[in-house]
């Protein structure tokens, strides 16, 4: 089946640091991306949606500015959170669909943030 | 606004026994829902999609069903093994795709 491939799978960095999350569709064209962020003992909240070479679009209360989503070929979708800080500890997981977001959404592993 | 719950949250049953955990969404205009299985620190598995159109889908031990008039999805485990232990999350697709809070299974053996 399809694959997603989400890098790195946890990360432990400084506050005031930038940190670089990649996901990647394996056998498959992702036309459109999404990236959410799971608290302890808590359900995914979706954070973006981005479409191959369009801006992302932000969930309300997400900081654009803040999360930077990069959505620049089919196969790949970035989430860099800059400057961060220990509240945005957090799991973050990217989903691929390949049908405009319809159809079975296919998920990365993850990725733990940690910041100290 | 797209309400899913998922009841129980958390349930805990011996090896071998059949379970059905629940899923209930406020709007019926949804293009699918989903299963899904996630373990500690894990992504998310996808166990089965079903369209709005079908009634239930089938994979090995694990059925869903889907009532869209009513809102409601069951996903049934039968022969429940330790191997099971995990959040289960079902997610519905309408304008947006919106997520349960889960119920967490353990499974002891």
């Known amino acids: 089946g399809a694959v997603v491939s989400q890098h790195p799978s946890r990360v432990i960095c400084k506050s005031g640091t930038s940190v670089k999350i990649e996901c990647r569709s394996l056998?498959?064209?992702?036309?459109?991306m999404f990236w959410y962020r799971q608290f302890p003992k808590q359900s995914l909240m979706l954070m973006a949606t981005?479409?191959?070479?369009?801006?992302?679009?932000?969930e309300q209360g997400v900081e654009k500015d803040k999360f930077l989503i990069n959505h620049a070929s089919l196969t790949l979708s970035t989430l860099t959170v800059t400057s961060a800080h220990p509240e945005d500890s957090s799991f973050y997981i990217c989903?691929?669909?390949?049908?405009?977001?319809?159809?079975?959404?296919?998920f990365g592993s993850g990725t733990q943030l940690s910041v100290l | 606004k797209q309400e899913v719950t998922q009841i129980p949250a958390a349930l805990s049953v011996p090896e071998g026994e059949n379970l059905v955990l629940n899923c209930s969404f406020t709007?019926?205009?949804?293009?699918?829902l989903q299963w899904f299985r996630q373990d500690p620190g894990k992504g998310l598995t996808s166990l089965l999609l079903?369209?709005?159109?079908?009634r239930e889908q089938t994979s090995g031990r694990l059925n869903a069903s889907l009532d869209k008039s009513s809102g409601r999805s069951t996903l049934y485990i039968a022969a429940s093994q330790p191997g099971d232990s995990a959040t289960y999350l079902c997610a519905v697709t309408g304008s947006r795709l919106t997520f349960g809070e889960g119920t967490q299974l353990t499974v002891n053996p």
């Open positions: 981005s479409n191959e070479g369009s801006k992302a679009t932000y």
């Open positions: 709007d019926s205009a949804i293009y699918n």
């Open positions: 989903s691929a669909s390949d049908l405009q977001g319809q159809e079975k959404l296919f």
């Open positions: 079903i369209q709005s159109s079908q």
């Open positions: 056998d498959f064209q992702a036309t459109t």
